[in-house]
Nanobody, 125 residues
């Protein structure tokens, strides 16, 4: 089974930066979608960014409008760790951040993902 473990959350002042990591194990997929979601209290879980990778032959990224130009999703060469670089953070970015994965295509809806990490809290003041 695929397992995901997030890290890197914390508290930061507005305008600051954080980098979240998502360590993956147990992959057997050739085509992988890695995604970051977030959920603030009282809100639904929303997609932040997705990264589709076909063993490095092709990649595609998608971002929520609210984070475009500020956040960057990436992964290391062996596809075992995904990252979310978050710059110019705003108080409205405060949420629990989750990474998720699935084989083949990326989707924006959380219901398409069957493997999730435990989450890491990001607080921007």
């Amino acid at each position: 089974d695929v397992q995901l473990v997030e890290s890197g959350g914390g508290s930061v002042q507005a305008g600051g930066s954080l980098r979240l990591s998502c360590a993956a194990s147990g992959y057997t997929y050739i085509s992988i979608c890695m995604a970051w979601f977030r959920q603030a209290p009282g809100n639904e879980r929303e997609m932040v960014a997705t990264l589709w990778d076909d063993e490095g032959r092709r990649t595609a990224r998608d971002y929520a409008d609210s984070v475009k130009g500020r956040f960057t999703i990436s992964q290391d060469k062996n596809r075992l760790t995904a990252y979310l670089q978050m710059n110019s953070l705003k108080p409205e970015d405060t949420a629990m951040y989750y990474c998720a994965t699935r084989s083949l295509t990326c989707y924006r809806g959380e219901r398409y993902y069957n493997t999730w990490g435990q989450g890491t809290q990001v607080t921007v003041s």
